[in-house]
């Protein structure tokens, strides 16, 4: 199957904005938001989320966290189109597992070695060599991506499989055309009291979550992407998990471009009276499964059929103004 | 459409316990009054700090031991809300049962995962008397219990230091030693305040940075204004 042949479509929209705590402090925003292609639509599509870590040891998490999201998705994304067979589901799962995690540390470690040449820390006087940044031997004053210290989580739907990617906290959840909520990747104990596995500690590439889910008869509807400043605004799990089914609800029922629209209200509202923290939430739609609310929505798509048309207008493409 | 997606929102919630030795000791030289004083000073401190974050909800409580232990503020109480009920002293000085109380309370449920590092501050002019070990144990064995900022203060020096670092179990922060009600309403200041600030923060830290043992960032500890003729303990 190549990219031509695909039988979904998806769409990507999102949102990122400060907390509350960091709008009374005036901290940045350290949450980033990325997705490929550009246009939020497609197959394949990839979207990712970091969250910076906010102690003031990590103090350009912010940078850590838009260099994390935009190679992510770019590398990914570089791999997907890079298939010549989708259809070759365990050499793929394979590369997934195995080589995607330690290409994205190292890129990111290299971006942050790139950055941190043209912009010395205060203070910081040796060279950077791209490389052993993290080295499991290096010490703390070694080791200068600790200061760009950051989560990452990435999800990819292609046409055959979706690959799921998570480096430290934050949630993704997936809901089918029921409207049944999961999460696709196993919970990871050591995230718990504000401390999270992250792109700066040693050999971080042992430390992801990776998922990879053929598509078969049952795809998800939607797949969200949360950092955690948005779980931790509700009072308890079936709150933060009920966000699924309801935005599932209201795409069927006003269309995906009107919950793009309301995502920046509602995320101010859940930091505000909630945690305090930098919220982020992406939504990947299958446009299938949006009910002919979206003005994007690809159409002439059956469950069996190919797409034969592309989005009507350039302006209707979602999300180039939240990245 | 003005339906916000999820369930009810909510602060998340940041405990903070007070853990008071009232041992029949502390009522030699005014030691359980001058603490009584201090609590009650703090508690207007602490509702500032609340008020600075209004996205960490602050709760409070507190366990006195001597003969046993038991909760001297049962329920987690809003600062905002929070009142002082004078401490008395007499009997013995069971520490460990004391940890052990509070260990019950840290276990998820009734705690959440969603909550704040909680803060326990262990304050003591003694040694224990029962098995201080296994409460501690206890209190490790949750994970709210190795993640809470745990604080020391020892009042006197006949305080039992080794105790008190065991409990803290972070060679980076060394109990604080109050020799005087100056020294110790600066340190109930302290932790009331410049700790619960840091504690309140959603700042999240690597696991690996955290693997130290300090997962909330430690304010400088002030100045107990060293020996001096108004140590009294």
């Known amino acids: 199957m190549n990219i031509e042949e695909s039988t979904l479509q998806w769409q990507v929209i999102g949102q990122s904005v400060r907390g509350a705590v960091h709008q009374r402090t005036g901290m940045p925003n350290q949450d980033a938001i990325c997705w490929r292609p550009e246009s939020g639509i497609g197959s394949p599509l990839v979207l990712a989320i970091a969250d910076g870590h906010g102690s003031p040891r990590y103090s350009r998490s912010h940078i850590g966290a838009r260099l994390a999201v935009e190679i992510a998705a770019q590398l990914i994304h570089n791999f997907l189109t890079s298939q010549s067979d989708y259809n070759n589901l365990s050499l793929i799962k394979r590369a997934v597992e195995e080589w995607l995690p330690r290409a994205l540390v190292h890129s990111w470690i290299e971006a942050v070695s790139e950055h941190l040449t043209k912009n010395a820390l205060p203070g910081v006087e040796r060279s950077v060599r791209a490389g052993n940044r993290n080295d499991e031997s290096a010490s703390e004053s070694e080791n200068f991506t600790i200061a760009y210290g950051a989560t990452i989580i990435a999800v990819a739907v292609a046409p055959a499989f979706v690959i799921y990617l998570q480096l430290g906290d934050g949630e993704i959840l ?150 | 459409m003005s339906m916000r997606p999820g369930g009810e929102l909510a602060t998340r919630p940041l405990h903070f316990i007070w853990i008071a030795d009232c041992s029949g000791s502390m009522a030699v030289d005014g030691k359980i009054q001058s603490l009584n004083t201090a609590i009650k000073e703090a508690i207007p401190h602490m509702q500032e700090v609340a008020d600075e974050n209004p996205n960490a909800q602050v709760l409070v409580r507190a366990v006195k031991f001597s003969d046993g232990a038991q909760w001297h503020v049962s329920q987690p109480t809003d600062i905002v809300d929070f009142k002082w009920d004078d401490l008395t002293a007499g009997g013995v000085t069971a520490m460990g049962m004391a940890l052990g109380i509070v260990a019950d309370q840290l276990k998820i449920p009734p705690m959440t995962d969603r909550a704040l590092p909680p803060v326990l501050v262990l304050i003591s002019d003694g040694q224990p008397t029962d098995d201080f070990a296994g409460g501690l144990q206890a209190l490790m064995n949750e994970p709210w219990g190795r993640k809470a900022v745990r604080i020391a203060i020892a009042i006197g020096e006949d305080a039992d230091q080794e105790v008190l670092k065991k409990f803290i179990a972070n060679p980076e922060l060394k109990p604080l030693q109050a020799n005087s009600p100056e020294s110790l309403t600066k340190y109930i200041r302290w932790v009331s305040t410049a700790v619960l600030k840091s504690a309140s923060s959603p700042a999240s830290q690597s696991a690996a940075a955290a693997a130290s043992g300090i997962n909330v960032p430690i304010p400088v500890v002030p100045d107990s204004g060293g020996s001096s003729a108004d140590d009294v303990w």
Request: a negative charge; one cysteine or more.
């Open chain 1, 174 to 323: 997936t809901v089918d055309d029921r409207s049944q909520v999961s999460r696709p990747l196993a919970k990871d104990e050591r995230l718990f009291a504000n401390e999270t596995t992250s792109l700066c500690a040693p050999e971080a590439w042992r430390d992801f979550r990776v998922g990879f889910q053929p598509i078969t008869n049952e795809r998800p509807a939607l797949i969200l992407l949360a950092t955690d400043g948005y779980p931790n605004s509700f009072r308890d799990e079936s709150g933060f998990l009920k966000v699924g089914s309801d935005i599932l609800t209201a795409i069927r029922a006003e269309g995906v471009d009107k919950v793009k629209d309301n995502l920046e209200t509602w995320l101010t509202d859940s930091t505000n009276a909630g945690s305090g923290d930098d919220v982020t939430l992406g939504i990947i739609c299958s446009l299938e499964s949006a009910g002919g609310k979206s003005k994007n929505r690809t159409t002439g798509i059956t469950r069996s059929g190919r797409k034969n048309a592309e989005p009507s207008s350039s302006s209707d493409l979602a999300g180039a103004d939240s990245q």
